[in-house]
C-alpha cells in the first residue's frame, strides 16, 4: 500500500494542474493514515492544504492534520486547528466536529471542565450532527431526555417531519 501512495503523490507531483491531482494527495494521505503512518499522513495534507487550498478536499484535510497532531500527542497545534474549525464559517458539522474533537483533547490534557463544557454545548443541539448526538449520548443522564426532546419539538408545527428532517441529515453523512 505503501507504493500506491507513492504513486499517488508522483501522478501530483508531475501533474499539479490535473483535476485529478487533489484527489491523489488526498488518497495518499489516507493510505498514510490507514498504514499508522502518521508523520507521513500528516506531510501529505499540509501539501494538500499549501497546494490545492480550493480544493474539495481542503475542509477534511485540515481536520485531519488536527486528528494527526492529536495523535502524536501535540495538543497544543491539534486544539488550535480544532478551535479554528470551529469558529470557522464552515458547515454545522464541521463545526461541529471541530468542537467535539478540541473537548476530546482538552480531555486527554486533563482540562476535563473545558471539555465537559463544550460537549455539554454540543449536546443541546441533540439533532444537528453526528457530533452533536454522539455528545448528547455521553450527556444524556444529565440532560432529561425526554423532556428535553419534549421542549425541542413543542414549538414545532410538525415535530415528526422536524426530526426526520434532522435526521436525514445525520444519515446522509454516515453514508459518505
Known sequence: MKNAANAYLDYAKRYPRRRIAAASTWKAGWIYEELGMIRQELEVYRGLLRHWPRSKYRNEAKFRIGLSYLRLGNFIEAERIFRDIK????????RSRGSYWLAKSYQMRGKNKESTELLSDLAGDTFNSYYTLKS????ENEIDSLSH??????DTKNPLRFYTDRIEGVISRFED
Open 87 to 94: 469558529n470557522s464559517k464552515l458547515s454545522e458539522f464541521h
Open 136 to 139: 448528547y449520548i455521553l450527556f
Open 149 to 154: 426532546i419534549k421542549e425541542m419539538l413543542s
